[in-house]
């Protein structure tokens, strides 16, 4: 079952300029249109980065083929925030450990890969000997939110809830503090929600199955 459809940026701009009391000012409202946007999408882009974002999370599995040395990220991948790498490989997912270092391109194992790089495009270590499924597992980047009828990508009531908080402080209303209370509150327990979960750097190696992916570097545990 696809997600509910997240409210339009027009259907957003209308709510918040009703909440700011200008939802009758006729023309008045139509001129603050795109502070209201800006508010909008300046909400979202605060919260993009806070996690990853359920919604936004995204998988792609492609074939490489022999001596397929470089692939194409996703059209719609962060590139900083590539979540996991794996190949298939003797009937499991073997996950890739990010970082290919000077050693480790001396070395051609002629085997399946065990490593990846982030450049311009996602190198992968060693070279395919074989086709191999890779499965790419990101987070999306936003979608277009400049025209009425764009769709948020995130939860609608979240970048509705910190645009309002912005909004009420920037017009300097009476109630501004209440809203501004309720975004940090918002933004707390999101961080909470997320704390401690895996979040895969060149840091971080890490491998799907038994681990005997990382000992075939060089024939034995490193």
């Known amino acids: 079952m696809a997600l ?9 701009r209308a709510d918040l300029q009703r909440r700011l009391g200008f939802g009758q000012s006729g023309n008045a409202g139509i001129v603050n249109s795109p502070i209201m946007d800006s508010f909008l999408q300046d909400a979202q882009e605060q919260l993009y980065p806070v996690c990853d974002w359920r919604e ?12 397929q040395q470089y692939m194409d990220y ?11 790498i ?27 890969p065990l490593a990846y790089e982030r450049r311009d495009q996602i190198e992968l270590w060693p070279v395919p ?26 939860p609608d009531r979240d970048v509705f809830l910190v645009a309002l908080s912005n909004a009420k402080a920037h017009y300097k209303q009476q109630d501004a503090a209440n809203y501004q209370a309720q ?12 704390r401690g979960k ?25």
């Open 4 to 12: 509910p459809l997240k409210k339009t940026l027009g259907q957003l």
């Open 56 to 67: 936004l999370c995204a998988v792609e599995e492609r074939d490489v083929g022999v001596a």
């Open 74 to 84: 996703p059209a719609d991948c962060n590139v900083e925030r590539i979540q996991r």
């Open 86 to 112: 794996a190949v298939w490989d003797g009937g499991e997912w073997q996950q890739l450990e990010e970082g290919i270092s000077l050693e480790q391109r001396s070395v051609d194992l002629g085997n399946s």
């Open 129 to 154: 000997n074989a086709i191999y499924q890779v499965r790419i597992e990101y987070v999306r980047t936003l979608g277009r939110f400049t025209d009425s009828n764009d769709r948020c990508s995130l």
């Open 183 to 194: 975004a940090d509150a918002l933004l707390v327990r999101l961080k909470a929600m997320h």
């Open 198 to 222: 895996t979040v895969f750097t060149k840091s971080t190696p890490g491998y799907c199955g038994s681990g005997t992916a990382k000992d075939r570097y060089y024939g034995y545990p490193r």
